[in-house]
């Protein structure tokens, strides 16, 4: 230890404050006397909510159905709430049940590490070190911006910058803008850089599914029945949830649901822009689902702007002074954002996580993620993931996911509290895997003709999303299976 390091113990580590460090430790809160630290490299809580400020940033998926069922919130404004509310809600959530005192915010962790000999997790983050007898990782797979690898990107001497990281000192109005990439993030984006730069220049790689998106907004009359009867928000969340849940069936392959899926997207882009070379630039060439189906009544019009331009086939160079379209058209920019996704099937945290024997985390998953009921890995005693390998969904709510997990990590916790060290056998973890890879066989992810952040390049498993019903989810993991572990007992106190 040097001498400038400070050590802080706990019974628990989180490291993470987004939707699911913040409910773990709104359960540690309201169920238990252990005390936790969570660790956060930003300066508020929210995770991708924090970061993710682009304009036009929201959540396609309902707000009612996208909170904590335990904190429901009467006063949503509209059916798809901005990024800004959705992040005020989440830190109104850890004022009011005070878990904002434990939370150590600018936390980088660098290092975690499994002390084999005093049988407890080290995280550091420069010179500040905790230790506990569990530790969460709650650190997401959508939180580490990707950029594309392009020829040419470090020469461009305009600004430059990623979606989640958002340059705000750059007034976009008037400029000539590239945009990279059509995903969830592009969608958002490029109606609201289209209204006020010069020129906008979006370079497609794979055209979208693009479904019309209904936002009403609430009426001050609604959120006051909402806030006295709160019985209506369940029902709205669960009419909500099961529509979701019937979407879910077309991903596993079932063919007519396919058609009907396809035909409504496919309506959608034909009832926003004429035939001819633009919509047949905007129709997509793999099957639906394949990547997430997104939701705007406003992307498809922006290209129908005088001052939009549609390139297709990505990026062939950045210059100094533009970007170079596949087919070799240059465009003069004064400013490049990467709409381009994030480091999800290799998370940065795995190469700064050692369990047993030293081994990383990063080299435990050389196949790619993966976790025993979505939550535990084997050489990686007390250690419990949310919202890691598997906990994806191309069609319902994260947050119903999360809260799935909480409930079998509350379960994990009260046990480690009590002196368990708690490590899943690997031939538990491989079974299981077996069973996710045998249900992923055949999914639209899989066979849908497309690449997508759903599925690892190193050897083409489905890692990141859960390839069933989310209410399945819930059967499967939400309760804590004794049998599958290794238990040591070592007394009460670490
Ligand atoms: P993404 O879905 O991974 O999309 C990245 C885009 O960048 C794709 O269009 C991709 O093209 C393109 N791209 C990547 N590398 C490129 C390269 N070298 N050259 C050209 N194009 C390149 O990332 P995202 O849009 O940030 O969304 C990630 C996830 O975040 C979503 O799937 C969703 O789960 C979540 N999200 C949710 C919401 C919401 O409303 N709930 C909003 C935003 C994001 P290809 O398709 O050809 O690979």
Redesign the pocket.
């Known amino acids: 230890m040097s001498e400038t390091e400070t050590i802080t113990r706990t019974d628990v580590i989180i490291v993470g404050a987004g939707f699911a460090g913040v409910g773990i430790a709104v359960q540690l809160e309201r169920q238990t006397e252990q005390s936790y630290v969570v660790l956060e490299r930003g300066h508020t809580v929210g995770g991708?909510w924090r970061d993710?400020t682009y304009p036009g940033?929201?959540?396609?998926?309902p707000s009612h159905l996208?909170s904590y069922s335990f904190s429901l919130n009467p006063g949503w404004t509209k059916m798809?709430a901005k990024q800004p509310e959705i992040l005020r809600y989440i830190e109104d959530v850890a004022a009011t049940e005070n878990v904002l005192p434990n939370i150590r915010f600018n936390m980088n962790v660098d290092d975690i590490r499994w002390d084999e000999d005093r049988k407890l997790w080290v995280a550091k983050a420069g010179d500040a070190v905790f230790e506990a007898r569990s530790i969460i990782m709650a650190v997401g797979y959508?939180s580490d911006a990707?950029f594309?690898?392009?020829p040419g990107l470090d020469s461009f001497t305009g600004k430059l910058f990623h979606?989640?990281e958002w340059d705000h000192s750059v007034d976009l109005a008037g400029k000539r803008v590239a945009l990279?990439?059509?995903?969830?993030?592009?969608?958002?984006i490029v109606p609201e850089v289209g209204k006020v730069a010069e020129k906008l220049v979006v370079?497609?790689?794979?055209a979208?599914y693009v479904t019309p998106r209904h936002d009403p907004h609430y009426t001050e009359a609604q959120k006051r029945m909402f806030e006295r009867r709160p019985e209506l928000m369940e029902r709205i969340r669960e009419d909500l949830f099961w529509a979701n849940e019937e979407r879910y069936a077309q991903r596993r392959g079932t063919q007519t649901l396919i058609e009907t899926a396809t035909k409504a997207a496919l309506g959608n882009l034909e009832s926003q822009i004429p035939a001819g070379e633009l919509r047949d630039k905007l129709t997509p060439d793999y099957t639906i689902g394949c990547?997430?189906i997104l939701?705007s009544s406003e992307y498809y019009p922006t290209f129908l702007r005088d001052n939009v331009v549609l390139e297709m086939g990505?990026?062939k160079a950045i210059t100094p002074t533009g970007i170079v379209a596949a087919d070799g058209t240059e465009h003069e920019v004064d400013v490049i954002i990467?709409?381009?996704?994030?480091e999800?099937t290799d998370i940065p945290m795995a190469y700064r996580t050692f369990g047993r024997d030293g081994l990383s985390l990063h080299d435990r998953w050389d196949r790619g993620m993966e976790a025993y009921k979505t939550t535990a890995v084997s050489g990686f005693p007390n250690l419990w993931f949310l919202k890691g390998p598997n906990t994806?969904l191309?069609h319902n709510s994260?947050i119903y996911i999360a809260e799935a997990q909480l409930d079998y990590v509350m379960e994990a916790l009260k046990r480690t509290h009590q002196g368990e060290i708690l490590e899943v056998r690997a031939e538990e973890q491989e079974r299981f895997m077996a069973e996710l890879e045998a249900l992923s066989a055949g999914t639209v992810w899989l066979s849908g003709g497309?690449?997508?952040?759903y599925v690892d390049p190193r050897s083409g498993r489905l890692t990141t999303l859960w390839p069933d019903f989310s209410f399945t989810f819930r059967e499967v993991n939400s309760e804590f299976v004794e049998e599958a572990y290794e238990i040591e007992k070592v007394g009460a106190s670490a």
């Open positions: 991708a993710n940033a929201e959540c396609d998926v996208y798809h959508l990707k594309p690898e392009i979606s989640a990279i990439g059509s995903g969830a993030s592009a969608i958002q370079l497609q790689r794979s979208a990547k997430r939701k990505g990026v990467s709409a381009t996704g994030f999800a994806g191309g994260a497309c690449s997508s952040w």
